[in-house]
């Protein structure tokens, strides 16, 4: 028995030494141990901050941690001037808490107060008090636009209303680019031949190139698809459109493509490597068109982002990581344009900023040190009624299924352009905008031909985005011309004529006032 005893408890002691040997993950925090706040949304001192009701601010911290929906009275937003905001929701989800808050005002200093014990761990290990600061952006004020004929307004002019064939040469499958594979016809003479006559002046044609050139480091396009490029541009021309070609789904949105703008943001080798791809393969597209007029532009990039569309955590906790990239893209891009000569030391170029979003370009693009370079967003807000069929109606006439946002945000978004950009000579174009089809497509109507009119009040072309489907259930039903016949399809007949409409009618007594006055 003795014997039994002294060897279980030899064996208990080599368990215990072996178990306090082994090494514990540094990273790990430890049970105990007080948690500690990462970083938050807005940053500790971060202005101007754009904000919206209701507005979310997020705190990540060390570890997991709860903050209980019955802390809602204890933590506090609370102006400079001791006024408070009202935290509305909280949602702990591992290591983040979300704040729901509505009642900020602009221009004002917020400080965001979590007093001791209102978030504790896993472990219920207290957190100690947490507090930050941020101040909103000043108030805005809608600009009134004017024509004074500068090269913005110049060019607004110049490219109207443009269409987009999309779905077409963007489109791929395992990694390869190809034409017809997302279910459109082989795009034809006549496709453009008839959108001249619809009234589009400017055609944009994204295109992959995935599967179409070769490795480093050369990476050489091949010469087929270069070509169908040059051939659908050539019916553009030929029809006496504009026309934009770009670079369009090799962005990497979680998905292995080669434009891959988070990896970029985290490793400066990385990012000359993505680059270095870029100058080559623009350098190559350059020179196939370096002979061609003032009808064609280039485009390098599409909706560069990290898969997040701009909510990612890591662009949130450091949206200029990644926008510092894109921005130094765009003058690589640039610049390797206008070393191959020809009419490209001269050509427009149009650059986008993240994502191409209507909020973020606006706020963080660097135009390239050039004379020719436009600046390009996508519109499709509110999502949820243009993207989707969440909202059936849009606009101050909305009665039932309304989208949240209405004429106002519309002209404050082109608003800012128009002051940023436009005032100052810099030409502006909507890359895409659009709206799906709707049981009532009066509402449909309405908000295109709004847009379209409102662009052009603020100088800016406008290009629908047609992806030649109709009739679907998730919501992509974009087309209204089909893309190999140029016959309109879907709603065509009553939606393209009401841009037209609002893009080119100069008359005096059609204004952005009439339209709204004649919502439906």
């Not at 002691?13 to 082994?22: E, L, N, Q, V, Y």
């Not at 202005?47 to 209701?54: E, H, K, N």
């Amino acid at each position: 028995m003795k014997k039994m005893l002294y060897a279980m408890l030899c064996t208990a002691i080599m368990f215990a030494a072996c178990s306090s040997s082994g090494k514990e993950d540094p990273d790990t925090p430890q049970t105990g141990e007080t948690p500690l706040m990462v970083s938050s949304v807005p940053a500790d001192g971060a202005t101007p901050v754009a904000i919206s009701s209701p507005f979310t601010i997020s705190v990540t911290m060390d570890r997991n941690v709860y903050c209980p929906s019955a802390n809602k009275g204890k933590i506090s937003v609370t102006a400079s001037d001791g006024t408070a905001a009202t935290v509305s929701k909280i949602v702990a989800n591992a290591t983040t808490i979300t704040l729901t808050v509505t009642g900020l005002v602009n221009g004002t200093t917020y400080t965001v107060s979590f007093p001791e014990g209102t978030i504790s761990g896993y472990d219920n290990n207290i957190a100690k008090a947490i507090s930050f600061s941020f101040t909103t952006e000043e108030e805005e004020t809608e600009a009134t636009p004017v024509d004074n004929g500068n090269a913005a307004w110049t060019m607004m002019k110049k490219l109207g209303l443009g269409w987009n064939l999309g779905n077409q040469m963007d489109a791929f499958s395992n990694g390869v680019a190809g034409e017809t594979i997302w279910g459109n016809p082989k795009a034809t003479q006549a496709l453009f031949t008839k959108l001249k006559e619809y009234g589009f002046s400017s055609v944009r044609i994204p295109v992959t190139w995935l599967g179409h050139f070769g490795e480093a480091p050369d990476y050489t396009l091949e010469t087929e698809w270069l070509e169908r490029v040059a051939e659908i541009a050539g019916y553009a021309k030929t029809a006496g459109l504009n026309a934009i070609i770009n670079t369009h789904h090799d962005e990497c949105n979680n998905d292995g493509h080669w434009l891959d703008v988070a990896s970029a943001a985290k490793s400066a080798a990385k990012k000359a490597e993505i680059q270095d791809q870029i100058v080559k393969m623009w350098t190559q597209i350059a020179n196939r068109f370096k002979n061609e007029g003032d009808w064609l532009i280039f485009e390098p990039f599409n909706e560069l982002h990290d898969g997040g569309w701009g909510w990612s955590a890591d662009f949130r906790a450091n949206p200029t990581a990644q926008t510092d990239v894109i921005n130094e893209w765009n003058q690589a891009f640039v610049d390797a344009v206008r070393a191959t000569g020809g009419n490209n030391a001269t050509r427009w170029l149009g650059i986008a900023g993240y994502a191409a979003s209507s909020t973020l370009t606006v706020q963080y693009i660097e135009v390239p040190e050039d004379d020719h370079v436009m600046v390009g967003f996508h519109c499709y807000d509110p999502s949820d009624f243009c993207q989707k069929n969440t909202y059936q109606q849009w606009g101050h006439t909305a009665k039932t299924s309304k989208a949240p946002t209405q004429e106002a945000e519309a002209r404050m978004m082109l608003s800012r352009y128009y002051t940023k950009f436009v005032s100052k000579g810099i030409p502006v174009y909507m890359g895409e905008f659009g709206a799906v089809e709707k049981t009532d497509e009066s509402y449909r109507a309405y908000y295109l031909e709004y847009m379209a009119k409102a662009a052009r009040t603020f100088g800016i072309p406008a290009f629908f985005w047609d992806n030649g489907v109709t009739g679907s259930t998730t919501g992509e039903s974009f087309g209204l011309v089909n893309h190999g016949t140029g016959e309109y399809i879907g709603a065509g007949t009553t939606i393209v004529p009401v841009m037209v409409k609002g893009m080119t009618n100069t008359d005096s007594n059609y204004t952005l006032e009439t339209v709204y006055n004649n919502a439906p």
